[in-house]
């Protein structure tokens, strides 16, 4: 990346970080600038006298006439992205400074009413695109922006911070909704009932106002108290100032939708990727529908191919991969092929299907898109991750990792009733003949997921190969040969 990106300037709090990079690399940057204390390690192969520390570099800054320096214009490059690597090597990718405010200015329309008094809290990796556009938005509109340099204690802060708007990822809200479950499994029988009458009072209510139906006054007061007296206090969970949720990254199961609209959490689903600073889709808080990422964003032209494929066009859409000249995913007219599958309803909201190098086409000939089957895995409680497989064979099977509360040992005789009601409601070409539980989630660290929890299909096969053909041979002869695997005959 510091390659590709001809990097001439490097700042870091902890010199040792950078003990991977080539000595050559380093030597060809203008400044290395340490930003921590004078006790840090100064690297392998560093000596310390070649980094530039903060108290000098303040006081050489306060010398520097900035009006004499070079102006930029609206073409000039403003900031490199990397892609996240779902499918390979991660991709540079550069935009001008006037894409960069083309994005800050229809993220602040998306969300007009944040202001100086608004609180957002900044966990998500700031390799991530969306995430460092919204925190430009913020600088813009005012609100106070908390940075959380270890994403894995965000619950532990989110409470004080008490964001009006919480911006996460698919996982993170399953993670959240499974919590709650167990949360109120553990709580007294009466709690137990009251929590669940009033989240049952919101379904009703929520089910009436999706279908443009009238909610009967009656249940509209009921509901009101409940929520104030008794789901208020559930919602404290994510502090006191909440007004929605934001995901992107990949769709929402719509049970889990469902769900936190119901708690009085409303998630408005975003669609984005790195080859377009803008986002390409939004809900919004008055114009939304659940299971969609929302209408296309201002500034982007989107068009569904023959075969559901997603193009689009527009002033936020890059020029090309760093380093690669030959662009082709772009065509002569500018269009860009997304790789994502899709479908516009009658009223113009765009509904994610699929990804199209994700199309796991079996030896019998059928197309299945894995996303939905997954998120019906997902949806069991105890099922923790979930990957389909299936190219070029007969038949598909699934690998699962479980929480915590499920032991892999004891998996497939817990979740057995779970599990196939679940895949009732799935096609009959659609079901897995096998499902195999992993003894441990998936990771960033050993490379089965992207920074943006997104599966790496290709790692975890690799890494799990000898799982899936055990379960391969199990589908085989219609039963489990171990506790960790599930045969569906």
């Given at each position: 990346?510091?390659?590709?990106?001809?990097?001439?300037?490097?700042?870091?709090?902890?010199?040792?970080?950078?003990?991977?990079?080539?000595?050559?690399?380093?030597?060809?940057?203008?400044?290395?600038?340490?930003?921590?204390?004078?006790?840090?390690?100064?690297?392998?192969?560093?000596?310390?006298?070649?980094?530039?520390?903060?108290?000098?570099?303040?006081?050489?800054?306060?010398?520097?006439?900035?009006?004499?320096l070079a102006?930029?214009?609206?073409?000039?490059?403003?900031?490199?992205?990397?892609?996240?690597?779902?499918?390979?090597?991660?991709?540079?990718?550069?935009?001008?400074?006037?894409?960069?405010?083309?994005?800050?200015?229809?993220?602040?329309?998306?969300?007009?009413?944040?202001?100086?008094?608004?609180?957002?809290?900044?966990?998500?990796?700031?390799?991530?695109?969306?995430?460092?556009?919204?925190?430009?938005?913020?600088?813009?509109?005012?609100?106070?922006?908390?940075?959380?340099?270890?994403?894995r204690?965000?619950?532990?802060?989110?409470?004080?911070?008490?964001?009006?708007?919480?911006?996460?990822?698919?996982?993170?809200?399953?993670?959240?909704?499974?919590?709650?479950?167990?949360?109120?499994?553990?709580?007294?029988?009466?709690?137990?009932?009251?929590?669940?009458?009033?989240?049952?009072?919101?379904?009703?209510?929520?089910?009436?106002?999706?279908?443009?139906?009238?909610?009967?006054?009656?249940?509209?007061?009921?509901?009101?108290?409940?929520?104030?007296?008794?789901?208020?206090?559930?919602?404290?969970?994510?502090?006191?100032?909440?007004?929605?949720?934001?995901?992107?990254?990949?769709?929402?199961?719509?049970?889990l939708?469902?769900?936190?609209?119901?708690?009085?959490?409303?998630?408005?689903?975003?669609?984005?990727?790195?080859?377009?600073?803008?986002?390409?889709?939004?809900?919004r808080?008055d114009?939304?529908?659940?299971?969609?990422?929302?209408?296309?964003v201002?500034?982007?032209?989107?068009?569904?191919?023959?075969?559901?494929?997603?193009?689009?066009?527009?002033?936020?859409?890059?020029?090309?991969?760093?380093?690669?000249?030959?662009n082709?995913?772009?065509?002569?007219?500018?269009?860009f092929?997304?790789g994502?599958?899709?479908?516009?309803?009658?009223?113009?909201?765009?509904?994610?299907?699929?990804?199209?190098g994700?199309?796991?086409?079996?030896?019998?000939?059928?197309?299945?898109?894995?996303?939905?089957?997954?998120?019906?895995?997902?949806?069991?409680?105890?099922?923790?991750?979930?990957?389909?497989?299936?190219?070029?064979?007969?038949?598909?099977v699934?690998?699962?990792?479980?929480?915590?509360?499920?032991?892999?040992?004891?998996?497939?005789?817990?979740?057995?009733?779970?599990?196939?009601?679940?895949?009732?409601?799935?096609?009959?070409?659609?079901?897995?003949?096998?499902?195999?539980?992993?003894?441990?989630?998936?990771?960033?660290?050993?490379?089965?997921?992207?920074p943006?929890?997104?599966?790496?299909?290709?790692?975890i096969?690799?890494?799990?190969?000898?799982?899936?053909?055990?379960l391969?041979?199990?589908?085989?002869?219609?039963?489990?040969?171990?506790?960790?695997?599930?045969?569906?005959?």
């Amino acid at each position: 990346m510091l390659a590709l990106a001809e990097v001439a300037a490097i700042a870091t709090t902890d010199r040792s970080t950078l003990a991977a990079v080539h000595r050559g690399q380093l030597s060809a940057c203008t400044l290395l600038l340490h930003m921590g204390d004078g006790s840090a390690d100064a690297g392998p192969h560093e000596a310390a006298s070649t980094w530039l520390e903060w108290p000098e570099f303040e006081q050489r800054a306060q010398a520097v006439d900035v009006q004499a320096l070079a102006q930029v214009s609206s073409t000039d490059t403003a900031t490199i992205i990397f892609t996240s690597g779902t499918t390979g090597a991660p991709k540079g990718i550069a935009y001008s400074h006037g894409q960069v405010c083309l994005a800050v200015d229809a993220i602040c329309d998306a969300f007009s009413f944040a202001n100086s008094q608004s609180r957002l809290l900044c966990w998500l990796p700031l390799s991530n695109l969306f995430q460092r556009v919204v925190n430009l938005a913020a600088m813009r509109q005012g609100p106070c922006t908390y940075l959380l340099s270890d994403p894995r204690r965000v619950m532990d802060v989110v409470a004080e911070v008490a964001p009006d708007i919480f911006i996460g990822v698919p996982r993170f809200y399953e993670k959240l909704y499974a919590g709650l479950q167990q949360n109120l499994a553990r709580q007294p029988w009466w709690a137990r009932t009251l929590v669940g009458w009033a989240w049952q009072m919101g379904r009703r209510v929520c089910a009436l106002e999706r279908t443009g139906r009238r909610v009967p006054p009656v249940l509209a007061a009921v509901e009101n108290l409940t929520d104030a007296l008794v789901l208020g206090r559930v919602r404290m969970l994510m502090g006191r100032r909440l007004v929605c949720m934001v995901s992107g990254s990949a769709p929402m199961p719509l049970h889990l939708l469902t769900e936190l609209q119901a708690l009085g959490w409303p998630v408005l689903e975003s669609y984005g990727m790195s080859e377009n600073i803008l986002p390409m889709a939004t809900n919004r808080l008055d114009l939304y529908r659940l299971g969609s990422v929302g209408r296309p964003v201002a500034g982007n032209q989107i068009r569904i191919g023959a075969d559901g494929g997603i193009f689009v066009k527009g002033a936020g859409v890059f020029k090309g991969y760093l380093g690669d000249a030959a662009n082709d995913r772009l065509d002569a007219q500018g269009w860009f092929d997304t790789g994502d599958l899709g479908i516009f309803d009658t009223d113009g909201f765009l509904t994610l299907t699929g990804r199209s190098g994700d199309i796991i086409k079996t030896s019998t000939g059928r197309r299945v898109a894995p996303a939905g089957v997954e998120a019906v895995l997902r949806g069991v409680p105890g099922i923790d991750h979930a990957m389909l497989v299936g190219d070029s064979r007969k038949c598909l099977v699934a690998i699962c990792t479980c929480l915590p509360s499920v032991p892999v040992e004891a998996a497939s005789r817990l979740l057995q009733g779970r599990l196939s009601v679940a895949l009732e409601s799935l096609p009959g070409h659609d079901r897995p003949a096998a499902i195999g539980f992993l003894p441990q989630a998936f990771s960033v660290e050993r490379g089965e997921l992207t920074p943006n929890l997104k599966l790496r299909r290709d790692k975890i096969a690799g890494r799990h190969a000898a799982l899936i053909e055990r379960l391969y041979a199990a589908a085989e002869v219609g039963r489990s040969p171990s506790a960790d695997i599930l045969v569906f005959a």
